[in-house]
């Protein structure tokens, strides 16, 4: 029998055949830390700083001060007690406008945002990094940044964060020396260099949005192409297999935030294919804790080879579901 969706607060999520599988909150305000803990969640997976920064008019000087970021974050860490909380770094530009931004205008999607905006401006980008460094000092934070597709970005990055190290050691600001870093792997470069990134990085998290619209080229904002947003076409399951491969065999965490984490329809697909930590809004958290409850991944490795095997949408679909209904 099913269990009451809010009596699985404190049940882990360990399929039947005894893989736990994490499961993180995506948030975008410190106070939906809240609703992560409520909903049982091992911490948090993605916190979308950007949320701080938008909606601000009146130019730069209106973007947060590294004061105000840092009670912002130092919130969301307080309140997750000690568990993981993943902050992005400022991910501005396409569907997330920056008042002040007057940079792109034309694809945007393809303009300067995320980590190409923070080392455009690398102002904004050391008040960001230092606030957050601050605010590990308060619990288990880890970096992630967003949009990365070069080497030099990943490279700049590092030594934006050791330089904002530095700066925080010669004043005597308290942080964590051994904080994690990681990337997001949502363009479709970076899931076809991935030596580039396991090398230099502690963990992976891959956006599926970005990754959706970047690989079959539709504008995820604009709804004459939303339905050819299809996160099972074969290409997107060859890049998430190669992400979690790469990932596994360099021994480094590897995360899905985006959409296709909080399915429950690819909860089976996702778990069967390796990942072992999804991240997703707060409200869906229980029913895919349901749904691995009810996995066993050692039966589904048939259904997962056939499905990458296969390039035609039809088979795809049919597989993905024989493998819902597959009862353990
Ligand atoms: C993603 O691209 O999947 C993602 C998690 O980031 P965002 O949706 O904020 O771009
Ligand atoms: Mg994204």
Do not use: W
Not at 140 to 165: C, R, T
């Amino acid at each position: 029998a099913k269990k009451k969706l809010g009596k699985l607060r404190k049940t882990p999520a360990i399929t039947r055949d005894g893989v736990e599988i994490t499961l993180l909150a995506n948030i975008e305000m410190p106070e939906d830390a809240h609703a992560a803990i409520e909903a049982g969640a091992s911490g948090v997976g993605l916190f979308r700083s950007e949320f701080l920064f938008m909606g601000r008019t009146g130019g730069e000087h209106q973007l947060p001060s590294e004061e105000e970021q840092l009670i912002a974050y130092k919130l969301a860490v307080q309140t997750m007690k000690g568990r993981p909380v993943t902050i992005r770094t400022l991910d501005v530009g396409a569907d997330k406008p920056l008042e002040h931004n007057e940079h792109n205008i034309l694809n945007p999607a393809l303009g300067l945002r995320a980590i190409r905006y923070c080392l455009k401006e690398p102002q904004i980008f050391m008040t960001q990094l230092r606030a957050i460094l601050r605010a590990s000092a308060f619990g288990n934070v880890h970096i992630l940044i967003p949009m990365i597709a070069h080497a030099f970005e990943i490279d700049q990055s590092l030594a934006m964060i050791e330089k904002a190290k530095s700066e925080l050691r010669a004043e005597g600001i308290a942080f964590d020396e051994d904080i994690k870093i990681g990337a997001m792997i949502e363009v479709p470069a970076a899931a076809l260099s991935l030596p580039m990134f396991v090398k230099k990085l502690d963990f992976l998290s891959i956006g599926t949005n970005d990754l959706i619209q970047y690989t079959l080229a539709i504008d995820r904002a604009d709804h004459e192409v939303a339905h050819l947003y299809n996160d099972t076409h074969p290409a997107i399951l060859q890049l998430l297999d190669m992400t979690v491969t790469a990932a596994e065999r360099a021994n480094i965490p590897v995360a899905i935030c985006g959409g296709m984490a909080g399915d429950v329809k690819l909860t089976r697909l996702l778990v069967g294919m390796g990942f072992r930590e999804l991240s997703m809004p707060a409200a869906i958290l229980p029913e895919i804790k349901q749904e691995i409850l009810g996995t066993n991944v050692r039966e589904l490795e048939g259904s997962i080879r056939k499905i990458l095997r296969t390039y035609d949408p039809k088979h795809i679909q049919e597989i993905l579901v024989e493998m819902r209904e597959q009862v353990f």
